[in-house]
T-cell receptor, first 115, second 115 residues
Framework: KAGVTQTPRYLIKTRGQQVTLSCSPISGHRSVSWYQQTPGQGLQFLFEYFSETQRNKGNFPGRFSGRQFSNSRSEMNVSTLELGDSALYLC??????????????FGSGTRLTVV | AQSVTQLDSQVPVFEEAPVELRCNYSSSVSVYLFWYVQYPNQGLQLLLKYLSGSTLVESINGFEAEFNKSQTSFHLRKPSVHISDTAEYFCAVSPINTGGFKTIFGAGTRLFVKA
């Protein structure tokens, strides 16, 4: 069973640019959550998608957005990049069902550096 | 709202010594509890989880955690650590049946095992 695949692994962008990150969850999983990990703030929840709908959202500005496709693959987009957006962005896959165990399988992350 | 407090940011310990990583949480609703481990340059891996039933849960590599509802704690322990246990450990909670998944993570405890 393939794991959670995040692409690309590394990105360097310039302030003001936009970036799109991709996540393919485990086959059969319909929930994809995104987290931002930084040394100072730890893991911060961005949003969760289930069956192409955003179910939960964290406290990030509107520059951070996401979507999910019918095959459960998800993308997140950050527009007008700021230096503070430099972080490891982690995608987490789950079956997304209330009768499930809520446990995540994480991807290896995309390390974004904004210069 | 939920919050998770990991009381130690770093824990140095000698190989074969016991270790306890402390975690307290706050929540107005029932939660599931998790410990995740993150090795350098990797995503997080689920170590163990408490969903219901016995308050003592174990992982396959010798870690255990005990859910204490009255103290709202979920401390992680191992009786004898190995060099390979050096990693960052995250305690996390997920509110149950509130619509979607939204796992809240603690700030992490860096376990450093010395020879």
């Amino acid at each position: 069973k393939a794991g959670v695949t995040q692409t690309p692994r590394y990105l360097i962008k310039t302030r003001g640019q936009q970036v799109t990150l991709s996540c393919s969850p485990i086959s059969g999983h319909r929930s994809v959550s995104w987290y931002q990990q930084t040394p100072g703030q730890g893991l911060q929840f961005l949003f969760e998608y289930f069956s192409e709908t955003q179910r939960n959202k964290g406290n990030f500005p509107g520059r951070f957005s996401g979507r999910q496709f019918s095959n459960s693959r998800s993308e997140m987009n950050v527009s007008t990049l700021e230096l503070g957006d430099s972080a490891l962005y982690l995608c987490a896959s789950s079956d997304g069902l209330a009768r499930g165990d809520y446990g995540y399988t994480f991807g290896s992350g995309t390390r974004l550096t904004v210069v | 709202a939920q919050s998770v407090t990991q009381l130690d940011s770093q824990v140095p310990v000698f190989e074969e010594a016991p270790v306890e990583l402390r975690c307290n949480y706050s929540s107005s609703v029932s939660v599931y509890l998790f410990w995740y481990v993150q090795y350098p340059n990797q995503g997080l891996q689920l170590l163990l989880k408490y969903l219901s039933g016995s308050t003592l849960v174990e992982s396959i590599n010798g870690f255990e955690a005990e859910f204490n509802k009255s103290q709202t704690s979920f401390h992680l322990r191992k009786p004898s650590v190995h060099i390979s246990d050096t990693a960052e450990y995250f305690c996390a909670v997920s509110p149950i049946n509130t619509g979607g998944f939204k796992t809240i993570f603690g700030a992490g405890t860096r376990l450093f095992v010395k020879a």
